[in-house]
Structure formats: structure tokens, C-alpha cells
């Protein structure tokens, strides 16, 4: 009998069988023998009914009237994408979210590979730094946003009177419609900062420290080192952490609903909120509507996978 | 020189610390003293105006106790669950041989890449025709099962050696015992990984938690915190309490286990 030692690194189990066709399969015993595939069972019925079910549900909701509790009347086609797309508001939503989640995301990577590379080598008082900078990850969405309601509020606001304490004069956060998306932006880059720290940190120390004694050998220190060497094996990681951080971004909901509901003006409104409020605010609601809100989600989000998988391939060849 | 460059590397660090600590240093201090300390004194407020009456207030302004058990319930269902059928549906994805599995392993993925935001409104069909609206039940059911654990122990399972699952095959055992008794305890790291994953985002979860959920009790706290900070914005030192207590569970984490977030949840997700 050959031995079969799959390598732990493919993870192409499935590939193995056929590719051995000499191994032998355990003995099958009893009835229980053929119980495995089974075993798939409670996750795909729970997946089909609550992920592809909606998602099938969503598409056709799109295509249908609502009456006055929201539930689909007739069937009017496209006739809801036509109005929803051609609208200059929901326009300036759609490029309103992909403004907030690239802002967010920028700062919240710029700022965690800075502070992973300054770490790299031991620092006094390093691993404590290295707590402070992963305690933003303790901080969901709604929480944060809450911290940051509490900082920019208008005249009772912290944020404001630390900046007057240095001579800045802080912005009316949350009411001039540029500062509020900047105010947004800032919650959403802190918050999802942490998680960047943590994944940066992860391959800063996954560097092979050979490859970094002969970079220094050949005279590369500081910032050359990090930017021609370590940054580019980086490159999966903040590949990685653009997309997700993107991803999450197109999907903004907490920090609008939780410091401006959208205002001033709309100028805060995206995508999450704008199916929010056709579907559950405080009007009538329109199922139909939303659902082509939805679906413009989806294609946005899938847009984005779609790019993550031409740069990785392009990596690869 | 390198005294130099090492003592910049130092100031950059320090100031960027200030900048990522700040908003929390505010909230804990703002928390812990009377209503517009921080504006009067600075950030160094004088001992005596420690105080733990905005947590007083807190806890009787929103229904904060009853909100954290909603929470922890729905931490521990979705938990459960996921972790659960994750390692089966894992099982049944790696080890047995049988038709319609590259199928299912596609499903998996495809879940992946749907935005959990954009199939709320027929969930929320659902959920409310069977009447678990405003119930623990009714926020947790649609998160029973999660693309990302199955992935990540499906990857995990992957790299067990195949002569140990035959081995234990051999030995008489069935599917559920293998898998427990063998598979999973080969696995530990990668289970944890998931458990802490599935705990984080059943705890996290806002949107759905707040479209199924009317009466102020049956809410999760983040749903809680978000409408406390609707009510109390004119007095942030009541909201920083309530933040406080919101994080403070996750907080513990970072603080006792950043390694392990490190090794497990950062490096795991990089698959």
C-alpha cells in the first residue's frame, strides 16, 4: 500500500482522490459508514434559506410595485431601476459611499502599516504600544460611533475644545456637509484601524528575517527598507485589507445612522442608510425600491471582489 | 545616529498613539468624572471629581441590563450554531468522497461574497411571518451558519493528515465521533479562531439587530448604545458611560489576548 501524504499547505484535499486512485478508502462499517456527506446538511439548508434564498427574493422584489405596507403589488419590470438610477440623489449617494469607504479605509491602512513597521524592531515600551494600537478593534461599528457622537457634538463636544487647547479651531462636525463625511470617514478609518493593526502586525512578522539582514547588508535601512522590501511582501496583507476595508465601506450604516441619519442636507446618506430608510424609515415602505438599492449593493461589492481577483491573479503569473 | 533615528522612530510612535488612544481616552475619563470635566480642567481632571454617577445614570436611563443578556444570548446561539455546523459541513466537505461537494464547497464561497446588508428585507419577510420578531430567536436565526467559520475549517481540516481520520475509521469509529474526538482536537487553533470570529460578529451585529427588534428590552446593546447616543448627546458623559460598558468585554480581549488575535484571527483570515 503507497502512503498518501497530502501536502498541509495546498489544502487541495478534494483533488487527492483522484489523483491517487491507488489509496485505499477506509472500510465503510455499519450504516454509518455513508453518514458523512450528510454532515453538510444544517449548514447548507440554514445558508439556502437565509443567504441565496434573500438574495433570489431581493431580485425579484426589485421588479415589483409596493403597496402601502411595503409588499409587492404588481409587477412593473424595470421600471424601478430606471427612476432609482437615473435620479441625480441616489447618483450622489452611490458616489457619497464609495467616497466614505475609500477615505476610511486609506486612513485606517496608512495609519496601521505605519505603526506596524515603526514596531517591527524592539522599542521601548513596544509591546504596550502594540495594545494601544489593537485597542480599536475592541470597538464594534455602533459602539465607536457612539464615542465619536460623544466627541463631535455640537458645543459640548470634546474633540473641539482639545483642538482650541492648540489653537485649532475644530469644524462644525456634523453640520457642514464636507466635515460631517470628513467626520464619518475619521470614525470609520479609527475604527477599522485596529483590525489593520492586528493583520499588518501578523505580516510584518511573517517577514523572513534573512531577507531583511540582506537588504540591510546591502545598505537598505529605514525608509528605503521598509518601501522597496517590506511593503512589497507585504503586498498580499494590504491587498487584503483594502478590499475587506472596501467591502465593509460600500456597507456604511452604523456611523450614519448613529451621528447624522444622513444629514446635513443628505449630503451623509449612503447606500445601507438609503435602503434603510425606503424600507424601514419613518414613510411608507417600499419594498421594491429598496430591493433595487440592494441589488446595486451586491454589484458594487461584487465589483470590487471581482478587481481583488485580477490584481491576485496578476500576482500569481 | 542610530541613537537618533531610534529616539524619532520613538516620537512618531508616541504621537500616533495619542491619536489612535485618544477617543478612548476621553470616553473612559469623561465616564469616570462629572459632565464637562474635560472641558473645564483639560485632560488631567483632578481626583476629586471621580465619580460613578453616570453609570448610575446610564443603567436607568436605558434598559442596559436586560440589553447585555439579549446580547450574550445571541453571542452564545450564534456561536454555537456556527461553530457547529461549520465543523460538520467542514467534515463533509474534506473527508468523505462524494458527488455535489465541489457544488456545496461553491455555495460556501458564494456566501462569502454577498454583502450581508443586501438581503435583510426578505429575512425580515421571514422572520416576521413565523413571528419571531422582537425575540433573542428572531435576531439570531439567520446567523446560525456563516460562510467564514466552514471556510476556515474546512482549510483547517484540510491539512490533517488523511491517515489519521482513516486510522480512526479503522478503529470503529463514525463520522461524529472522528470528528470530534480526533479531527477537532487536531485542530485547536483553528477552532478557536472561529469561536473567537463567530462571538465578534454575533456581538458586533447592528444592522439586523436593529430591523428585528422593537421594544427597548428585547434589543442587543450595541442597538442600545446607539440609541443612547440619540438621547443623551447634549450630556456625553452619560453616552461614555455606556460605551464603556459596551466595550469592555471585547476590550478584555484585546488586552488579555492580542496574541492570539494576531496569530489566529489576522493570520487566519489572510487564506
Redesign the interface.
Given at each position: 500500500m503507497t502512503i498518501h501524504l497530502p501536502s498541509p499547505e495546498t489544502g487541495a484535499r478534494d483533488q487527492a482522490p483522484d489523483q491517487a486512485p491507488a489509496r485505499t478508502r477506509a472500510p465503510r462499517r455499519g450504516g454509518r459508514g455513508g453518514a458523512g456527506p450528510w454532515l453538510v446538511v444544517p449548514a447548507v439548508l440554514l445558508l439556502g434559506v437565509f443567504v441565496v434564498r434573500p438574495l433570489l427574493r431581493t431580485a425579484e422584489l426589485s421588479l415589483y410595485a409596493s403597496d402601502i405596507i411595503g409588499n409587492p403589488t404588481r409587477f412593473v419590470g424595470l421600471t424601478n431601476y430606471g427612476e432609482l438610477l437615473t435620479d441625480p440623489g441616489f447618483v450622489r449617494v452611490t458616489l457619497t459611499t464609495i467616497l466614505i469607504a475609500l477615505l476610511g479605509t486609506a486612513l485606517a491602512v496608512t495609519a496601521a502599516l505605519g505603526a506596524a513597521l515603526l514596531l517591527r524592531r524592539r522599542l521601548p515600551g513596544g509591546p504596550a504600544f502594540s495594545i494601544v494600537f489593537s485597542l480599536p478593534f475592541a470597538y464594534s461599528a455602533a459602539s465607536a460611533s457612539a464615542v465619536f457622537a460623544g466627541l463631535y457634538a455640537p458645543s459640548v463636544g470634546i474633540l473641539n475644545v482639545v483642538l482650541a487647547g492648540v489653537g485649532v479651531e475644530g469644524p462644525a462636525w456634523l453640520s457642514d456637509p464636507v466635515a460631517a463625511i470628513g467626520a464619518i470617514s475619521i470614525a470609520t478609518g479609527w475604527y477599522e484601524f485596529g483590525f489593520a493593526f492586528l493583520v499588518l502586525t501578523a505580516a510584518v512578522r511573517a517577514v523572513p528575517p534573512e531577507v531583511v539582514e540582506a537588504a540591510q547588508l546591502d545598505g537598505a535601512g529605514g525608509w528605503r527598507l521598509a518601501s522597496r522590501i517590506l511593503v512589497p511582501i507585504m503586498r498580499p496583507s494590504l491587498l487584503f485589507l483594502a478590499v475587506t476595508g472596501t467591502i465593509s465601506g460600500l456597507q456604511t450604516f452604523a456611523q450614519i445612522q448613529v451621528l447624522t441619519r444622513g444629514g446635513p442636507g443628505g449630503a451623509t446618506t449612503t447606500v445601507v442608510f438609503q435602503l434603510f430608510q425606503l424600507a424601514f424609515g419613518n414613510g411608507t415602505p417600499d419594498f421594491g425600491r429598496a430591493s433595487v438599492v440592494a441589488v446595486v449593493l451586491v454589484v458594487l461589492v461584487t465589483a470590487v471582489t471581482v478587481v481583488q481577483f485580477r490584481l491576485l491573479g496578476g500576482r500569481e503569473s | 545616529m542610530l541613537g537618533v533615528?531610534?529616539a524619532a522612530?520613538?516620537a512618531?510612535?508616541v504621537v500616533?498613539?495619542a491619536v489612535?488612544?485618544?477617543?478612548?481616552y476621553?470616553?473612559f475619563v469623561?465616564a469616570l468624572t462629572v459632565n464637562?470635566e474635560?472641558?473645564r480642567h483639560?485632560?488631567l481632571p483632578g481626583l476629586g471629581s471621580l465619580t460613578l454617577a453616570n453609570f448610575a445614570e446610564v443603567s436607568r436611563s436605558v434598559d442596559l441590563v436586560p440589553q447585555y443578556l439579549v446580547s450574550i444570548a445571541v453571542v452564545t446561539l450564534q456561536t454555537l450554531a456556527q461553530v457547529?455546523?461549520?465543523a460538520?459541513?467542514a467534515?463533509?466537505?474534506?473527508?468523505?468522497?462524494?458527488r455535489?461537494?465541489?457544488l456545496?464547497?461553491a455555495?460556501?464561497l458564494?456566501?462569502l461574497?454577498?454583502?450581508?446588508?443586501?438581503?435583510?428585507?426578505?429575512?425580515?419577510?421571514?422572520v416576521s411571518a413565523i413571528g419571531l420578531r422582537d425575540t433573542v430567536l428572531g435576531v439570531a436565526?439567520?446567523?446560525?451558519?456563516a460562510?467564514y467559520p466552514?471556510f476556515l475549517l474546512?482549510?483547517a481540516?484540510?491539512?490533517v493528515?488523511?491517515?489519521i481520520?482513516?486510522a480512526s475509521?479503522?478503529d470503529?469509529a463514525?463520522?461524529?465521533r472522528s470528528?470530534v474526538e480526533v479531527i477537532l482536537p487536531a485542530c485547536r487553533p483553528e477552532v478557536t479562531t472561529a469561536v473567537v470570529w463567530s462571538a465578534l460578529s454575533a456581538?458586533?451585529g447592528?444592522?439586523w439587530p436593529?430591523?428585528i427588534t422593537d421594544s427597548s428590552s428585547s434589543r442587543t446593546i450595541?442597538?442600545g448604545?446607539?440609541q443612547?447616543?440619540?438621547s443623551e448627546?447634549?450630556?456625553?458623559s452619560v453616552?461614555?458611560a455606556?460605551?464603556v460598558l459596551?466595550?469592555l468585554p471585547?476590550?478584555l480581549?484585546?488586552?488579555l489576548a492580542?496574541r492570539l488575535?494576531?496569530?489566529g484571527?489576522?493570520?487566519g483570515?489572510?487564506?
Open positions: - | 533615528s531610534a522612530r520613538v512618531v510612535v500616533l498613539a489612535v488612544a485618544f477617543p478612548i476621553t470616553s469623561s464637562g474635560i472641558a483639560g485632560l457547529a455546523t461549520g460538520l459541513a467534515y463533509a466537505l474534506v473527508f468523505p468522497r462524494w455535489g461537494k465541489g456545496a464547497f455555495l460556501v458564494l456566501t461574497a454577498i454583502p450581508g446588508e443586501s438581503i435583510v428585507i426578505p429575512n425580515y419577510e421571514l436565526l439567520p446567523y446560525l451558519a460562510g466552514i474546512r482549510q481540516f484540510a491539512g493528515p488523511l491517515e481520520w482513516e475509521r479503522l470503529g463514525g463520522d461524529l470528528l456581538w458586533n447592528f444592522f436593529l430591523l450595541q442597538v448604545i446607539s443612547l447616543a440619540a448627546a447634549s450630556d456625553p453616552l461614555f455606556g460605551t459596551v466595550v471585547t476590550m480581549l484585546v488586552v492580542q488575535l494576531v496569530n484571527l489576522a493570520r483570515v489572510l487564506h
